[in-house]
């Protein structure tokens, strides 16, 4: 299995900051990256799909980049319904894995 | 609008078998234009996916779990179902079940809202 790791696993921020989560895979996966935003009590919902593409009808806001083994996720100016938990996945192989998963706390 | 909907027991007891149901609409399972997944979450913890299966009936399955996982497809009533054996208490979690785009673009893009299963006598 493909190990993801993220960091940081939570962070504190405030209504318009920059925000950047990053995923690192234990092997080179291209650009098969995917980021979900998860809220309690919810189902993820898909962010980002192979690495920087913008999933329909999610805020330009997020954005997403890298390729091989180190991806990153940014929230351009951070707003109250993004407080959240946000999940990298890879999708080069099977079974697909996840991050741990990375709270956006406000601050 | 594409909705998925879990349905189980919600409690079961240790070393039995647990069976979940996923049904779908505003899709057609037998289109074939995506493989249906189901992926766990125990709580307060990440993502697990369990496995896939497609409209012809092919399975993968996560190793970890291939020995205690069953999932089949009823394309009559656009529903898709898990089966997983020998529970223990590792296994209370709450189970979505997602539709996976496999052609070009690999990801979830549709989640249904979870299904809590807690293994407790």
């Known amino acids: 299995d493909i190990q993801m790791t993220q960091s940081p696993s939570s962070l504190s921020a405030s209504v318009g900051d920059r925000v950047t989560i990053t995923c690192r895979a234990g092997?080179?996966?291209?650009?098969?990256l995917n980021w979900y935003q998860q809220k309690p009590g919810t189902a993820p919902n898909l962010l980002i799909y192979?690495?920087?593409s913008l999933q329909s009808g999610v805020p330009s806001r997020f954005s997403g980049s890298g390729s091989g083994t180190d991806f990153t996720l940014t929230i351009s100016s951070l707003q109250p319904e993004d407080f959240a938990t946000y999940y990298c996945?890879?999708?080069?192989?099977?079974?697909?894995?996840f991050g741990q998963g990375t709270k956006v706390e406000i601050k | 609008q594409v909705q998925l909907q879990e349905s189980g027991p919600g409690l079961v007891k240790p070393s039995q078998t647990v069976s979940l149901t996923c049904t779908v609409s505003g899709d057609s399972i037998s289109s074939g234009n995506y493989h249906w997944s189901w992926i766990r979450q125990p709580a307060g913890k990440g993502l697990e996916w369990i496995g896939r299966?497609?409209?012809?009936?092919?399975?993968d399955y996560n190793p970890s779990l291939k020995s205690r996982v069953t999932m089949s497809v009823d394309t009559s009533r656009n529903q898709f179902s898990l089966k997983l054996s020998s529970v223990a208490a590792a296994d209370t979690a709450v189970y979505h079940c997602?539709?996976?785009?496999?052609?070009?673009?690999?990801?979830?893009?549709?989640w249904g809202q979870g299904t809590l299963v807690t293994v407790s006598s």
């Open positions: 299966i497609f409209t012809s009936g092919s399975t």
């Open positions: 192979a690495a920087s």
């Open positions: 996945q890879q999708a080069y192989s099977t079974p697909p894995t």
């Open positions: 997602a539709r996976e785009l496999r052609q070009g673009k690999y990801y979830f893009d549709y």
């Open positions: 092997l080179a996966i291209s650009t098969y």
